[in-house]
């Protein structure tokens, strides 16, 4: 069974369960039927979950773009290039490497991050010594007073109140998100599930 019938039975199911005990089924003739304009929540309600879970991402993708622009205009910096300056920032000098893993992003895309914070002269890249092979990137005086004058990271800001709520609503969350981005990587390449 597919994942929409499944939702769909489970929804008509709620549907029945409402019903009136009283009702006659007789009787159905004697009432106007409903508009095709009617509230979906009544006659389609896995349709109407699904316009629900449809509009809340638009909303959620529409805030980080305002944010993204925000620091854009405001201070001529990205989303990422800001999450690998606040790290540099309060988790000291670090390799690349370590700071692709803080931030959970690849050698390769941090590397073109920090080139492009260090021509905004926010942060530099050091050699260490007795090795002059490793290199450590630091934050400059800008990228530091740039860091602490910022507000928090919108993904901070984010995560500091899903953390306030109640554990098993964190949980349902987490696995109703992952639910969703599993379905839509499912269907990115819908002609090639045959292959």
């Known amino acids: 069974m597919s994942y929409e019938t499944s939702i769909r039975e489970k929804g008509h199911a709620a549907q029945n369960s409402g019903r009136d005990p ?26 109407f979950c699904s316009m629900r879970i449809l509009m809340a991402l638009r909303r959620i993708m529409h805030s980080f773009d305002t944010y993204s622009r925000k620091l854009s205009v405001d201070y001529h910096i990205t989303v990422p290039q800001l999450i690998c300056l606040h790290a540099i920032v309060h988790d000291g000098p670090m390799t690349l490497s370590s700071l692709g893993k803080l931030v959970s992003l690849s050698m390769s895309t941090v590397n073109g991050i920090v080139d492009r914070l260090e021509a905004k002269n926010l942060v530099e890249r050091r050699r260490t010594d007795p090795d002059r092979r490793k290199v450590l990137v630091t934050a400059t005086d800008a990228g530091v007073m740039l860091s602490r004058n910022m507000p928090p990271p919108l993904h901070n800001r984010l995560a500091q109140a899903i953390s306030e709520l109640p554990e098993l609503e964190q949980v349902s969350i987490a696995l109703s998100l992952e639910r969703i981005v599993a379905m839509m990587e499912e269907n990115q390449h819908p002609d090639s599930a045959g292959r």
């Open 22 to 47: 009283e009702h006659n089924p007789g009787d159905e003739g004697h009432h106007p039927k409903e508009s095709p304009g009617s509230s979906p929540s009544l006659e389609h309600p896995a349709d």
